[in-house]
């Protein structure tokens, strides 16, 4: 660094004057001593006012726990097609198998690393692109990442394929994969270097790797029947189902029909286009679009498909200003700044975005909103994943406020869409970065 400036003694003396002097920050050390910051910032007469009452809401079937794993995308998307099985079916409660969304999801993962490895095999390390794609495979991803892996697999009932140890805790397994999948990395870049057959060797590895996983998972199963017992206390059983004409049958969501629509303020990605994002996906074959919309925009379509009796799967940076116990997300119901010493945390979405202090990391579904008398929202009602201990018994409350500030993107049904996003949505899309912000995983 030229011309670094280093903290000096005098700078330490007048720093310490300075807090010694200042009796409420005294005061706020003892309470921060002794208490998370989160529960010292809360401002119990705002977080009053998150009200959990709705004029737009849709029924949800209970809460799902994702556990100690980052398959919240999976379950939110779980949580939108479960509510069509159990009305077909006439049952209280139903769940699908994330676990069965997880085995495939990770395989499929696997073969995109390595074939993005292959890709970039003459790229030297400490590229900045091999750098990313060697960042590895994780539990995260986006609605169009579960749309390959429904095409193609289908899906399963909880009970079909249950969780075991490893679907619900990853963290243990995912590092011994990454760390396989890296060692994998360096005889490919070698083997294609020398010009061997890279492809045999790689299914070779493959082969590898679903054996891991069966053992971590369960071998996915070809066929099973479907049994339950409806609400009225009517056995039923369909025998001989594949998962594929599982989700056909009971749940047949034309899942192409629904799209990403983001809200991504920055000078690099005008609105009303079309983006996708290099090395981000699972399935070789799929692919991940966001059509960037105002907010404005963004909310009248969430609202849209609310009031047509539908969930919406969102994505969403869930860290910012939030209560797990109350289950409240808004930036007006915390005081971090003034329990820091009065201290500016003010961004704007624009330059949380530039900035790397925020992005997408987290999934849940919307159920309901609140309109005020003007028919504009003010607050939204939320599904979560995190089990019935948190929030309201699983369900939680954000502010228009913290949508605005803290929501990215949301996936709704073409058919809203007007005509003019309709056809910016079927533009040639513009590749953006990897490390783009808008690559971000749930």
Known sequence: ??????????????????????????????????????????????????????????????????????????FASMNVMREIVAEKCNLEKFELSGNWLGFWDKFEKINFFLESVLDCADLPVADRTLDWVLNGINDGGQWDMMVSI????????????????????????????????????????????????????????????????????????????????????VYHVDRGLTPVSFYEKYIGLALEDYVSVIHAPTQDKPFGKTYTVKYLGNVVEGSVRHLNLPMEEVKELVIAQLKAGEPVWFGSDCSKFGNRDGGIWDPNCFIYG?????????????????????????????????????????????????????????????????????????????RFLTDAQRQALDAEPIELAPWDPMGSLA
């Not at 280093?6 to 009796?23: G, H, L, N, Q």
């Not at 070779?204 to 071998?219: H, S, V």
């Not at 502010?399 to 073409?414: I, K, L, T």
Request: hydrophobic share 40%; with cysteine; proline share 3%.
């Open 1 to 74: 660094m030229k011309n670094a400036r280093p903290i000096t003694s005098e700078m330490i003396a007048a720093f310490k004057a300075s807090y010694d002097a200042d009796k409420s920050a005294r005061v706020l050390t003892a309470a921060v001593s002794h208490n998370p910051l989160s529960k010292v910032a809360l401002d119990p007469m705002a977080a009053a006012k998150m009200d959990n009452s709705f004029s737009i809401e849709v029924k949800t079937r209970g809460i799902t726990a994702q556990k100690k794993s980052g398959r919240c995308w999976l």
């Open 150 to 233: 429904i095409k193609k697999y289908g899906i399963v009932p909880a009970s079909v394929m249950p969780e075991t140890e490893q679907s619900c805790g990853t963290m243990e397994l995912m590092r011994l994969l990454n760390t396989k999948l890296r060692k994998d990395a360096v005889e490919l870049r070698a083997l294609a270097a020398a010009g061997g057959d890279t492809a045999a060797r790689k299914d070779e590895m493959l082969a590898e790797l679903f054996k891991a996983l069966c053992i971590c998972f369960g071998r996915p199963v070809d066929q099973f029947d479907f049994e339950y017992t409806d609400k009225n206390g």
């Open 338 to 414: 003034d329990v820091l010493g009065g201290m500016d945390l003010d961004m704007t979405k624009e330059e949380r975005l530039d900035y790397r202090d925020s992005a997408m990391n987290h999934a849940m579904i919307l159920c309901g909103v609140n309109l005020d008398a003007d028919g504009k929202p003010n607050r939204w009602k939320i599904e979560n994943s995190w089990g019935e201990d948190a929030g309201r018994k699983g369900y939680f409350v954000a502010s228009d406020a913290w949508f605005d500030a803290f929501v990215y993107q949301a996936v709704v049904n073409r």
